[in-house]
């Protein structure tokens, strides 16, 4: 063993002698054999297979992040649903209203956000009565895949602070609340449609938002954006609420009552026509349409 043609990769100890001197622990190191180098082929063969591994792994675990996203989007939309079932309750079935009657705008978010008496808010001020409640935290209008900043909460305030600060869509509940209007009650179809990921017709990049008397306002609106998915989730589908307080996924927005667009006010035939301006109501009481 002690040959030095064998060409050990490892330090070998073995009996220095036999008899007394082994008895005493006497013990010889067995020189250690020359260590063999990769080549560089081997070493790019080694470098290749971990850049393949890489690609391989990187889409999945994005995908594994987006899904993770996703799922707290879901929880955000569900927790919402049932704040608003609960004030409801207290409301005689009306979902929360933000104070508005026919002809104002709903798209200004964060119009005199420090007043309770606001004309041509935005219809996020009735999103914002659930924090005002004490039904949910500005945290949880927030989808995790857009990564924005909660608003800042405070007794003063009626209204999320800009359009950067909420990531939901909310039902048009724009116009009186009489018994005649088209704001939407609980004892209103239960397939209803009243919260989403953000309407992409105002989230559009060709839509720009800027200050409009104080609040936010989207410079325009994209209808060829009409049947596309929410930006939230880079426009693979959204996450909605129906008025039963369920919360599905869905790669459509055609997903309403009778395939209605949720995006958009019904007109006539057609339950997806387009976003017909900043003022405009529902059509019809089984109509979803989910602004700003």
Known sequence: MRDSRNALAFTLIEPFDSGPALAQGRLSVVRQGKRRAFTLIELLVVVAIIMLLIGILLPSLSRAREQARR???????RNIAQAIH???GDADGQL??????DGQVWSRVGYQRSSATSTGGSNTRGL???VREGLATPEVFLCPSTRLKPAEPGAGFYDFENHNTVSYSYQNQFGSTSAGDMATKTSHSPSLVILADANPILRSPSVTWS???GGDAPDGQDNAQKDDNSYNHDQRGQNVALLDSHVEWTTTPRCGVNEDNIWTRADGSD???D???FSALRATR???FLVP
């Open 211 to 213: 200050a409009s008397g």
């Open 71 to 77: 799922a707290v989007c879901a929880s955000n939309v």
């Open 286 to 288: 089984t109509d979803s």
């Open 128 to 130: 914002w009565l659930l």
């Open 275 to 277: 976003l017909s301006g």
């Open 271 to 273: 339950p997806g026509a």
């Open 86 to 88: 609960v004030y409801a």
């Open 96 to 101: 929360p209203h933000p104070g508005n009657t």
